[in-house]
């Protein structure tokens, strides 16, 4: 079994409504509710589900840039939320992320060295300005792009190039877990498997764990080893990605499968549609929250959710599914 870099234990974050004259705390929005989720040691956890679902917001809360309203996080063993100001400031390090909009993640008025290399001063991994131009160089090589494009800015770049330089500037910290939070939907397809190629090249040389978010099950299937699908802040499945993409459990993840679109276009034909709209965060069905979209949906759906079923407890991986009563 690898050792376990981050682990999360039912996770929740909800942000609270106020209204009234005196803007008195009458809701929660439920973005996630009591979410399990372990990455290991050079492993790619990918994250999939609709716009809306609380995908990011796990991310962010998983390493403490938003804080949860409860739940345990641990990180190499860690309990991430008693961590100090100085302890948090040196975790920092340890984990980095890759946005979707590379170029509103770079600052416009800052040169390449210093969208890379500012990281490396502020945490004393370089001692002066002369080793920080020597390590964003050897970054640059590493991410495919020249050395002698340190002194241009962002607005020069295309956006496969701005998000190339997002990953050097992620891994200029040689970190343990890198988040990539929809990392390649704003590229065109050819620059997106230019960038998954590079993910997985530095997962190799750098010995790198990657958090994968995206709702693109066709680059999720090239690059995850497994996949945790994500309904209304809550986990509808959970397995392997050879698992699940040939042994579906849930209707929810084979709803997701259907509309993958195919390449014999009579496969497109037999999608299954779901109904209805997605309920609002701030008033989630009981049960399993699917139930109102679903078609195989019972009136046990509303009380109790699926049953977490573990498949391979020998890898000591989580490798479960839920299982409906169809």
């Known amino acids: 079994m690898s050792e376990e870099i981050l682990k999360v234990r039912k996770l929740k974050k909800y942000f609270p409504v106020v209204g009234g004259i005196f803007r008195h705390h009458i809701a929660d929005v439920k973005a996630v509710n009591g979410v399990d989720l372990t990455v290991h040691k050079g492993e790619v956890v990918a994250v999939v589900g609709e716009s809306g679902c609380g995908k990011s917001t796990l991310a962010r809360t998983a390493i403490r840039l938003i804080e949860p309203t409860s739940g345990e996080i641990e990180f190499l063993g860690k309990d991430l939320l008693s961590l100090n100001k100085q302890q948090l400031l040196d975790f920092r390090k340890d984990v980095q992320m890759v946005f979707q909009d590379p170029y509103a993640s770079l600052n416009p008025r800052k040169r390449i060295v210093d969208c890379i290399g500012e990281g490396l001063l502020y945490h004393h991994l370089v001692r002066n300005r002369n080793e920080q131009y020597e390590r964003v160089a050897e970054i640059l090589q590493a991410i495919g792009l020249p050395t002698d494009i340190m002194d241009r800015y962002p607005h020069q770049f295309s956006g496969g190039q701005q998000q190339r330089i997002c ?15 929809e990392a390649v939907s704003a590229l065109d397809v050819s620059v997106q498997a230019q960038i998954l190629n590079l993910l997985e090249d530095l997962k190799a040389k750098l010995g790198l764990s990657y958090l994968f978010i995206s709702h693109d099950l066709s680059i999720v299937r090239h690059i ?26 849930h209707p929810y993840t084979q709803a997701l499968l259907s509309a993958t679109p195919k390449s014999n276009p009579r496969e497109n034909k037999q999608r299954m549609i779901l109904k209805g709209e997605i309920p609002s965060p701030l008033n989630p069905p009981s049960g399993c929250p699917f139930r109102t979209r679903c078609p195989y949906a019972q009136p046990i759906c509303a009380q109790t959710p699926p049953d977490k ?10 490798d479960h599914h839920y299982h409906c009563i169809l």
């Open 167 to 181: 990953i050097g500037r992620a891994i200029a910290m040689n970190p343990k877990l890198v988040i990539c939070d």
């Open 224 to 249: 995850a080893d497994r996949v945790v699908v994500l309904y209304l802040g809550k986990v509808m499945e959970s397995a392997s990605t050879e698992e699940l993409f040939s042994n579906p459990k």
């Open 309 to 318: 079923v573990v498949r391979d407890v020998s890898t000591g991986l989580e």
